[in-house]
């Protein structure tokens, strides 16, 4: 983005609330201090409840009438909830890998888009009819409950509706959510990055406490929380990927894996003791601690095991010599004999 860009979503962002025109209409749409959002909630349960005492559909129930219909498929959610999260992570690691090669990161981000573009699409066609299930019935009366006495005048009065519908508000506000993209550029940059290193020193950033803070508000201060954290970091990556955020995520992804397989190192040590040099068998006490321990061993071990379990899988049973990286290890061991005696 460019600065006034950024300037435009900041102030808004600082400002707590959103000009509404339309015509010769203009509105303020404020942040809805807590105690109106205490009471959309109270509506969203009232509505909530009154659309279950009238059968209306829950969520799963819908989920089920569009799979009848044929509208939504089993593979639909297995994609939506497992594979294309696990796709959208791999390319996100492999753009931070192959960060410094540009052409290679730019073909992989088209890989990424389209998993990313595949996800958006499957999550929008779930969600399509959740206005006639119990929950998006309760939704619905919240947003409209907040949009009633969050919308005023230039002079300040609370607006009434009378030219246009609380729908058209609304939809308003969907059409000019701050994405997450938008809040993290501002996070890192300027005019926003020295108003947070200023307001970190003199502890006055935002004049309300943090319960008073906007949604949008929340998530810059923590954006711009999460980059301080990964600029300190020992293993920071180069400030120039700063401004790439799929590769910071990809980043954060592999930061994460690393910090989860020392955790575990360190709890099936504790149990079991520092493993000593070569081959350990260690006894899991369950399924979960079975694949921590799995995960322990490098690329090489896992191969090595996937190896193994296929012979035995084939043979029923087996002996080390059955073993292929033992036949190796054997026949790596006659031969450094057989120099030895040659000298």
């Known amino acids: ?3 006034f860009e950024r300037e435009l979503f900041l102030y808004r962002l600082l400002a707590g609330y959103l000009r509404f025109k339309n015509d010769n209409i203009n509105l303020k749409i404020i942040t809805p201090p807590l105690e109106i959002i205490y009471e959309s909630q109270e509506v969203y349960n ?7 005492s009238n059968s209306c559909l829950t969520q799963e129930e819908l989920t089920e009438m569009m799979m009848d219909k044929g509208l939504w498929q ?42 990313k573009t595949a996800i958006s699409g499957l999550f929008s066609k779930k969600h399509t009819f959740d206005h006639y299930s119990q929950h998006g019935l309760a939704t619905f009366a919240r947003w409209q409950y907040i949009a009633e006495n969050t919308v005023y005048d230039y002079s300040n009065n609370k607006y009434d509706f009378s030219e246009i519908n609380i729908t058209n508000v609304l939809e308003f506000l969907n059409r000019h959510q701050i994405s997450e993209g938008v809040i993290r550029e501002l996070s890192r940059s300027e005019p926003w990055r020295s108003m947070w290193i200023a307001g970190k020193k003199t502890k006055t950033l935002f004049p309300d406490a943090a319960t008073n803070l906007s949604e949008d508000q929340r998530r810059l201060v923590n954006w711009s929380g999460l980059y301080d954290s990964i600029s300190e970091h020992s293993e920071s990556p180069p400030e120039e990927m700063l401004d790439d955020d799929d590769a910071i995520d990809g980043w954060l992804i592999v930061m994460n894996r690393e910090g989860k397989k020392a955790r575990d190192k360190a709890s099936i040590e504790k149990r079991v003791g520092t493993p000593k040099e070569g081959e350990q068998f260690i006894v899991a006490s369950d399924k979960g601690e ?3 321990i799995y995960e322990l061993n490098d690329p090489t071990s896992r191969m090595i095991i996937k190896q193994r379990l296929a012979i035995i899988d084939k043979m029923g049973e087996a002996e080390d010599k059955n073993f292929v990286d033992v036949q190796r290890e054997m026949n790596s061991g006659t031969g450094q004999i057989m120099m030895k005696g040659r000298r």
Do not use: G, S
């Open 290 to 292: 079975a694949q921590k």
């Open 1 to 3: 983005m460019e600065l």
């Open 74 to 115: 089993e593979e639909d959610n297995e994609q939506l909830n497992v594979v294309l999260p696990k796709h959208i992570e791999f390319w996100k690691v492999e753009i931070y890998q192959n960060f410094h090669k540009k052409d290679d990161r730019e073909k992989i981000r088209t890989f990424l888009n389209t998993a």
């Open 46 to 52: 009232d509505i909530y409840m009154e659309a279950k």
